[in-house]
């Protein structure tokens, strides 16, 4: 694998402190979310102040469920959309980090701090924003194995090393918690001439990794099973970049990589099932741990032993009834799927 060498620090801060004043000045749609949110969320993002809401890059919903109390951290934290959403949902009793490299963005998402303290009706502030590079988290001050929660849209394919990124996360969070994030992938690795197009990669695209490389990375810093929840391809309308991309497809996915020592890197069968009880105001009626694994109420599904534990052993625990044990192995679960899940048809298998 290919780890770049370059770096784009500063063109990166440049495009977002300078270049780009809203996402209005995009030139693709690559850090834009076509997701269209749950009703319980679009409540909260109607509370959004709307010069946050201008400067918002995404290019997905990183919002899980169950976040109440929560310990969270946001990559590239931008404007503040997606960390001022934590805030109202964690409530007073949780704790939100969003960390940014490029000043005039956490001036932007500072400045509107207040206004969403008082806004959500938090008597103190359970937000700060923090200035700093993702490949440096240990640098900022943060307890390792402090987090329950790491979230990120649309920015750990701007990141110079992210190896150093995953690892850093890997070793913030508790073993339990989850790193849930969006971002832009590429079907094939990226040669160095468009890598080092400052143009490309300041839109997410060019420094996007390799679905495959992706993959192999989570894994060696210790994210075992990574989970896909959803994905959508982007769409390159101006002629002059398709011919640039020479054919290349881009993904934005996102992406659920819960940290658990001893996940196993096949599903595996062990006779275990288990039954979502519905518990969780905003899914009444269908949880959903990734876009292969959803769970009607009240219905008994068979699951592989790492989405047993995935359930039985993260904060999700309580709203669901477990059966089965690890005593006898039935040999592989059916389904797990080896293709990339870019494909025509690809059936959304049981694991990455
Ligand atoms: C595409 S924008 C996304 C912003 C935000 N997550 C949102 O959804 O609006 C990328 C953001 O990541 C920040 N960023 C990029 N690379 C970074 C790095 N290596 N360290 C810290 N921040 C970075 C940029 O400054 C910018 O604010």
């Keep these: 694998m290919d780890q770049e060498a370059n770096d784009h620090h500063a063109e990166v801060k440049a495009y977002y402190g300078e270049?780009?004043?809203?996402?209005?000045?995009?030139?693709?749609?690559?850090?834009?979310?076509d997701a269209t949110p749950p009703g319980y969320l679009r409540s909260v993002l109607a509370m959004i102040h709307p010069e946050v809401k201008a400067k918002y890059y995404g290019c997905g919903l990183v919002i899980p469920l169950q976040l109440e109390g929560l310990r969270v951290l946001d990559l590239g934290s931008g404007s503040g959309q997606d960390c001022f959403v934590l805030s109202k949902l964690i409530g007073p009793q949780g704790r939100v980090f969003g960390v940014d490299m490029t000043l005039e963005q956490l001036a932007v998402a500072r400045a509107h701090q207040d206004y969403h303290q008082k806004l959500f009706g938090h008597l103190v502030p359970n937000l700060e924003f923090l200035q700093g590079e993702i490949e440096r988290l240990g640098e900022l001050n943060l307890a390792p194995q402090s987090f329950d929660l790491v979230v990120s849209n649309c920015v750990v394919n701007l990141a110079n090393d992210k190896r150093k990124v995953f690892q850093g996360v890997f070793d913030l969070l508790k073993e339990g918690g989850e790193f849930y994030f969006s971002d832009v992938y590429s079907d094939r690795r990226i040669p160095k001439d468009l890598s080092e197009d400052p143009l490309l990669y300041g839109e997410?695209?060019?420094?996007?990794l390799y679905w495959n490389d992706f993959i192999a990375l989570a894994k060696e810093v210790g994210f075992l099973d990574p989970r896909?929840?959803?994905?959508?391809?982007?769409?390159i309308h101006q002629e002059e970049l398709q011919?640039?991309?020479?054919?290349?497809?881009?993904h934005s996915v996102t992406v659920r990589?819960?940290?658990l020592k001893g996940?196993?890197?096949?599903?595996?069968?062990?006779?275990q099932a288990l039954m979502y009880k519905g518990t969780l105001?905003?899914?009444?009626h269908l949880f959903e741990l990734d876009r292969g694994h959803q769970f009607p109420t009240g219905r008994i599904e068979r699951v592989c032993g790492n989405s047993y534990r995935m359930l039985k052993e993260t904060r999700f625990a309580k709203h669901f009834e477990f059966f089965g044990d690890f005593s006898r192995h039935f040999g592989l679960f059916?389904?797990?799927?080896s293709s990339l899940p870019f494909e025509e048809g690809e059936a959304p298998g049981s694991c990455c």
């Design 243 to 250: 011919e640039r991309l020479g054919g290349i497809g881009f």
């Design 228 to 235: 896909i929840v959803s994905l959508g391809k982007i769409a």
């Design 263 to 271: 996940l196993e890197p096949q599903c595996e069968d062990y006779g």
């Design 334 to 337: 059916p389904g797990c799927g």
């Design 19 to 33: 270049t780009l004043q809203t996402s209005q000045d995009l030139k693709t749609n690559a850090c834009t979310c």
């Design 257 to 259: 990589l819960i940290k």
């Design 281 to 284: 105001p905003e899914a009444a």
């Design 204 to 208: 997410c695209l060019s420094g996007a």
